[in-house]
Structures are given as structure tokens and as C-alpha cells.
T-cell receptor, first 115, second 110 residues
Framework: GAVVSQHPSWVICKSGTSVKIECRSLDFQATTMFWYRQFPKQSLMLMATSNEGSKATYEQGVEKDKFLINHASLTLSTLTVTSAHPEDSSFYIC???????????FGEGSRLTVL | GENVEQHPSTLSVQEGDSAVIKCTYSDSASNYFPWYKQELGKGPQLIIDIRSNVGEKKDQRIAVTLNKTAKHFSLHITETQPEDSAVYFCAASNGNQFYFGTGTSLTVIP
């Protein structure tokens, strides 16, 4: 099956620093990628929709200056959490929609802990 | 916008029994319905999907049914095994956005 590689799988950082998470579709092209945040025992909360070559579309309540998203190619999107604070600690998951089939595949998730 | 509801939120079955998870959607423009399995600490994994031109699809022990008129679709797992224990999410898509159910925590009791 199609593979989406997300890394790092876990990261610990100090408050005030920035963290970058990468999401790559390994064997298919993805014009659109999505970024989610998931709290324990809860569903996926969509943060933003990322389209290759254009600005991301953020969901209401998500600060675009804090969660920077870049989708520079058909196989790579990045999420940068800027000036991280403890409340940003969470499980972040990306997904990539295959351009040809429309199927949606998820990465393995990144556990962010901000001290 | 689309609204996807998923039931039950938790489900416990004895090993070997069947499990059924149901979802409803509101937008008739939705035409693609994938199901995902999420194990603890991992990302969701696509396990089966169905498109609006099909009423039923089966893959070994897993099957999905779709009733477009009633706007509901269901996941059926037969001969459940302990490794089927996970959280399952349904989703509905109109080709652009994906809307997810709130998840079903399935526990298969050995």
C-alpha cells in the first residue's frame, strides 16, 4: 500500500524553540496534504489543508503564524511549530491525498512534548 | 458542511464474534467513504474504502456497505481476533475535503 513517511516520530523541545515536522508521500504524488492534531482518546482535529505550490488553508482557531505549513513539492509538506509552548504538546498527524486515486493515507504521527 | 456521525463509541466483542460499526453522513455530494484503523501511538491506517457507485465491498474478514439513499455506511469485521483491537474511524469525502467520525474503540476479548 501507499506509504506516507512522517518524522520525527517524537520530539522533545524547550519552550520558545521551533520544531519542524516533515511529511513525505513515498510512492505517490499528493497535490493536497492535511495536518491534524489529536488529543488523547479523541478524534482527528483538522488544523490546515496544504496544497502544493500555494498557501495553506487554516481551520478556524488555528494560528497560521504559529503553525507554519509549507508544501513545496508534490511529495513533501512540512509543519513548523514556532515558539512552542507546553500547551502545544500533542500528537500531530499528516495525511496525503493521492492525486490520481483520491485515496487518503496517513503518516505515523509525531509526538511533540514542549518542556 | 458535511457532518459524519459514528456509533458506537466503544464496542467489546468476544474473539471470533462479529463487530459492526455504523456511520451516517449528511452531504449527498460525498462520494468516497474510507475506513481507518488506528492503533495506540500510531497514525490511522486505511483498511477499506467504498465509492458511491458500489453498495458493498469485501476484503477477507472486513466488509463495508453503503446505503446512499439513507446516507449511511457500515464496517463489518467477522471472526474478530485480538489484533483487531484498535480505534476505527469512518470518513466521508466529496473529493476535496475528508470529514471524520468520532471513532469507535473496539476491544476483542480473547
Amino acid at each position: 500500500g501507499a506509504v506516507v513517511s512522517q518524522h520525527p516520530s517524537w520530539v522533545i523541545c524547550k519552550s520558545g524553540t521551533s520544531v519542524k515536522i516533515e511529511c513525505r508521500s513515498l510512492d505517490f504524488q499528493a497535490t493536497t496534504m492535511f495536518w491534524y492534531r489529536q488529543f488523547p482518546k479523541q478524534s482527528l482535529m483538522l488544523m490546515a489543508t496544504s496544497n502544493e505550490g500555494s498557501k495553506a488553508t487554516y481551520e478556524q482557531g488555528v494560528e497560521k503564524d504559529k503553525f507554519l505549513i509549507n508544501h513545496a513539492s508534490l511529495t513533501l509538506s512540512t509543519l513548523t511549530v514556532t515558539s512552542a509552548h507546553p500547551e502545544d504538546s500533542s500528537f500531530y498527524i499528516c495525511s496525503a491525498r493521492a492525486t490520481l486515486t483520491g485515496e487518503l493515507f496517513f503518516g505515523e504521527g509525531s509526538r511533540l512534548t514542549v518542556l | 458542511g458535511e457532518n459524519v456521525e459514528q456509533h458506537p463509541s466503544t464496542l467489546s466483542v468476544q474473539e471470533g464474534d462479529s463487530a459492526v460499526i455504523k456511520c451516517t453522513y449528511s452531504d449527498s455530494a460525498s462520494n468516497y467513504f474510507p475506513w481507518y484503523k488506528q492503533e495506540l501511538g500510531k497514525g490511522p491506517q486505511l483498511i477499506i474504502d467504498i465509492r458511491s457507485n458500489v453498495g458493498e465491498k469485501k476484503d477477507q474478514r472486513i466488509a463495508v456497505t453503503l446505503n446512499k439513499t439513507a446516507k449511511h455506511f457500515s464496517l463489518h469485521i467477522t471472526e474478530t481476533q485480538p489484533e483487531d483491537s484498535a480505534v476505527y474511524f469512518c470518513a466521508a469525502s466529496n473529493g476535496n475535503q475528508f470529514y471524520f467520525g468520532t471513532g469507535t474503540s473496539l476491544t476483542v476479548i480473547p
